[in-house]
């Protein structure tokens, strides 16, 4: 999980959010993750937005041109403004990761970060999918990355634990009984 005050900022905004439909939860996540990646893209952003030579007047200024500007819905724009105003907008990435974990949990779903060979078409990605979401019970979100030292099959992390279902980690497991055998 996030950090502690990130996690704190991401419970506030969960807490707003829970009353509103699902659709909302997504255009309020959706907007977050939009804002985050314009403020990471942006150094002018990040300096005007964070340095405290910058009056909170004109910070506030700049936040709601661009919820206006990105049509974000009027919670976002006033959780980001807190978050400005408390000059905690630094802390932005953390505080989506956070939120991110949070909605999962509520949603009960669990994000997997699968190692792939090569990249996998949308319908290995499916499976692969549909095969954590039996073992563990709960909806699975897969991130995908390639790790070219996998021979085959896949591996695939869900908080702390692993599923490796890689040829590579078979290999490492008959090598083993191999080894305590002989």
């Known amino acids: 999980m996030a950090d502690v005050l990130a ?7 969960l ?4 009353p509103l439909s699902a ?6 996540g959706a907007g977050l993750r939009a804002f985050r990646d314009l403020y990471a893209a942006s150094p002018e952003l990040r300096r005007a937005l964070d340095s405290p ?9 700049v936040i709601e041109d661009l919820a206006t500007r990105m049509e974000l819905g009027d919670l976002l724009r006033r959780f980001l403004l807190v978050v400005t105003e408390h000059g905690r907008l630094s802390r932005l990435p953390h505080i989506v990761t956070a939120f991110e974990e949070l909605m999962d949990q509520q949603a009960g779903r669990v ?6 060979p090569t990249e996998v078409t949308p ?19 897969a991130r995908f990355t390639v790790d ?3 021979i085959g099959g896949f591996r ?7 599923y490796d279902a890689s040829l590579r980690g078979q290999l490492d497991v008959l090598r083993h009984r191999f080894q305590t055998v002989a």
């Open 7 to 13: 996690t704190k900022y991401a419970r506030a905004l």
């Open 15 to 18: 807490d707003l959010v829970v």
């Open 23 to 28: 659709p909302e939860h997504e255009a309020v």
């Open 53 to 61: 030579a910058v009056v909170i007047a004109a910070r506030r200024r």
């Open 111 to 116: 994000t997997a970060d699968v190692a792939v």
């Open 123 to 141: 319908m290995q990605r499916a499976e692969i999918e549909q095969r954590l979401a039996e073992i563990t019970g709960k909806q699975v979100r």
């Open 148 to 150: 070219a030292t996998l």
């Open 156 to 162: 695939a992390a869900i908080g702390s634990t692993v």
